[in-house]
Structures are given as structure tokens and as C-alpha cells.
């Protein structure tokens, strides 16, 4: 759990001075040249604008249902609040602020880039905080060593955050071609590269099934144990043309619209999603917060988590729903809690994003 100094990976910083890096036209189109997103400190109009226009700024995220999320949780001042997955550290900044003077925030992230944005984020609003590298499955493990008899409030917002995804040499997107990576911790052996290598035809056919609902499952399992057999599939860009082929789909075609189908998914996002998942063990991850939780927290605690994949909602929704039939917890939404308009129309990332919640006795019987 300890954290460990890691180099910071973004143009900022360091003494030397930089020259801009240089790009063709008027606006910067790869990652790296968007030096001024990567440093929201010294050009914050940029932030503005890039976010006016519904984008997410590079190196940046956009937390999503804030508001709903503080209704729901109502964090309080003096509360204790474990944010499992801190990120770019845009709900821990508002819980902070909330449980304010006197509260504590643990924060947790398997990624060490993310832990270091939002301890610098967080160190501006003040107050007592903590982050951790490591995973959130550890938050019973935390209690002992903080000496901490509970949490007031666990949250957490799942699977990767806009500096991942956006970050092509970190292997989450299909839009940028970049090393088949996919770990959020360096510490995880196998990468989706590797994976893909390895796993049997029936594992891989039946994680893009279960982990990514992807109707091509079977065709697009097929080809990578037939391609693989000669090229390794390395790149993000080798995966994507791949599954474009299995299914049938001109090298360019997904970029129109008729193509992308509802929604307008792209036709790789179903499988790069499940191999994320998979790359990270993520749930496995979550059922055991979903499983610690309740011992977690203390009495009138309130348990919130934002999920993006149906797989994931499930287990969090038949959670809450069977420690209310338990007892173990007193409350729990009755409706999930969707993006609204104005934020899907400033936020369109967010379109997925589904919220529950749960709250435990106010008094132990
Ligand atoms: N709420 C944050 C964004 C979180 S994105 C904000 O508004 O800024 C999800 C984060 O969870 C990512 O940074 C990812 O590295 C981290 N993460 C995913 N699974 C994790 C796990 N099992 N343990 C700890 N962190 C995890």
C-alpha cells in the first residue's frame, strides 16, 4: 500500500525549459503536442475551452454525476470518506471540501500518475487526507493500519479515467495506436498483448461474451488465435483492424455513422472494454469491496458506486439489493441513477455511467 516515487510522465515540470513542441497546422492533434491541456496550471483558459466544446482536456478528467453523487452520500463535516478509486481526484476534492475541518479522506489507485495529480489537486483545497497506491480491495486491510474504527462514506467510480484512456502509450484506446498495454498498475504481469497471446480460444471468446457483451465474440476470438499464429498482435492499432475484418467492416467504414451504429460505438470499444477488464481483474476487485463494505463502514455509513459496464452494475445492484434483505444495510436506491441531459450534452463521456447506493442502520440491533 505504500506509495512509491514514481517519474512523472507529462511535459510539465522539470527545471530545464522546453521548446513547444512543434505540430502541422493550427491546433495540436496527437497527445504530447496538447502541451497546454497537460499543464491545467499554467494555461487554465485552455481547460475552459476544451471543456466548452464537450471535450475532455489531455491529461485531465471530467468526474461524472458529482452533484448526484454528494445528494446521494451526503458526506457531512468530521466524516470519514474512502475514495477507492481517486483518479484525477474530482470527487475526493468536493468530498474533501464537505467533510471539512475536521474530516479525513483515504484515497486509493492502483495508478501512481493518478495518485500524484490528485495529491497536488488536493493539497490546494487543504484538510487531512491520505492517498494509497494500491488496490481498493485493500480498504479493510487500511482500517487496522490507520487505526480507524470505519468509514462514514466508501465511493467509488470504476474502471479508467480520461488520463488513461487518452494516454496512447498506455494501450486503453482504439483511437490512437499505441502498445497493447491496458495495465492500470505496472505491477500486473500480463498485459493485453500477452493475454492475447496466450488465453485458449474458448477464454477469449467467452471474456469478450461476459466482460465486454460483444455480439462478435465467437468471429473475433477466432481471428486472433488465426492471426496470432503468424503475427503477433501487438499494437492497439494490429487489434483494431482485426476486429474490423471479423466483422466484416471496411478499414474506414466505422467512421461513418451509419456504421457505428447506435449510440455511435465504435467497433472496437466492446472488446478493447473487456480486455481491460480482464488485463486488471476488475471484478474481482469489486466483489471483494462489494463483500468487505459492510464491515466496513460504521453505523449510518453510506456505501456509492458508479459503475460503466452492465457486468459491473449487476454485481453492485444484487449486492445492495441482498444486504437490504440481510439487514446489513438499511437503505438502498430504488432506481439507478443516470447522467442528465445537461451533463451528457457537456460530458458525453459520462453517457454510461450508472450510479447506487446504500446505507447502512443508523444503530446496531
Ligand atoms: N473519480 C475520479 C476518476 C476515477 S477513474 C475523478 O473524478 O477524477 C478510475 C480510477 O480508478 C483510475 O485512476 C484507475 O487507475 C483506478 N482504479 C481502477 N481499479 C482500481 C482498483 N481495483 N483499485 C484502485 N484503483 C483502481
Known amino acids: 500500500m505504500e506509495h512509491e516515487p514514481q517519474a512523472q510522465n507529462t511535459l510539465a515540470g522539470g527545471s530545464e525549459k522546453r521548446r513547444r513542441p512543434r505540430y502541422p497546422g493550427t491546433h495540436p492533434r496527437q497527445f ?9 496550471e499554467a494555461h487554465p483558459e485552455i481547460q475552459e475551452h476544451v471543456r466548452a466544446q464537450g471535450r475532455t482536456p489531455a491529461g485531465t478528467h471530467v468526474p461524472v454525476l458529482l452533484n448526484e453523487v454528494m445528494d446521494s452520500l451526503a458526506p457531512a463535516p468530521g466524516e470519514i470518506v474512502a475514495d477507492c478509486t481517486v483518479g484525477y481526484g474530482g470527487h475526493a476534492v468536493e468530498f ?24 497536488a ?36 467510480d470504476l474502471g479508467v479515467s480520461s488520463m488513461q484512456i487518452d494516454d496512447p ?34 477464454q477469449l471468446s467467452s471474456a469478450l461474451a461476459v466482460l465486454g457483451d460483444e455480439p462478435d465474440h465467437e468471429r473475433i476470438a477466432r481471428r486472433i488465435v488465426q492471426q496470432r499464429a503468424s503475427h503477433p498482435i501487438a499494437r492497439t492499432s494490429d487489434l483494431v483492424r482485426l476486429i474490423l475484418d471479423a466483422k466484416g467492416l471496411a478499414r474506414r467504414a466505422w467512421r461513418q455513422p451509419a456504421v457505428s451504429g447506435a449510440g455511435g460505438i465504435h ?49 453492485v445492484k444484487h449486492a445492495f439489493k441482498d444486504g437490504l434483505r440481510a439487514g446489513v444495510y438499511a437503505a438502498v436506491c430504488e432506481e439507478v441513477v443516470r447522467p ?25 440491533h
Open 121 to 156: 489537486r488536493l493539497a490546494r483545497v487543504g484538510g487531512s487526507f491520505s492517498l494509497h497506491r494500491g488496490n481498493y480491495a485493500g480498504i479493510g486491510k487500511l482500517l487496522a493500519s490507520e487505526r480507524l474504527a470505519g468509514y462514514d462514506i466508501i465511493f467509488a
Open 267 to 315: 467497433p472496437a470499444a466492446l472488446t478493447f472494454q473487456a480486455l481491460r477488464i480482464l488485463v486488471n481483474d476488475e471484478l474481482a476487485a469489486l466483489s471483494q469491496l462489494l463483500r468487505m463494505a459492510p464491515y466496513c463502514l460504521r453505523t449510518g455509513g453510506r456505501i456509492g458506486i458508479i459503475s460503466f459496464h452492465s457486468g459491473e452494475d449487476r454485481l
Open 169 to 202: 502509450a498506455r494501450g486503453f484506446s482504439y483511437k490512437h495506436d499505441g502498445p497493447l498495454d491496458m495495465r492500470m498498475d505496472a505491477r500486473i504481469r500480463s498485459t493485453a498483448a500477452d493475454l492475447l497471446a496466450t488465453l485458449s480460444f474458448e
Open 32 to 40: 504530447e503536442q496538447r502541451y497546454k491541456e497537460l499543464d491545467p
Open 340 to 364: 442528465s441531459p445537461q451533463e451528457l450534452r457537456a460530458n458525453p463521456r459520462s453517457a454510461p455511467a450508472k450510479f447506487r447506493w446504500a446505507r447502512k442502520p443508523h444503530s446496531e
Open 96 to 119: 474533501l471540501r464537505r467533510i471539512a475541518p475536521n474530516g479525513r479522506l483515504i484515497g486509493f489507485d492502483v495508478d501512481p500518475v493518478a495518485i500524484e495529480k490528485a495529491r
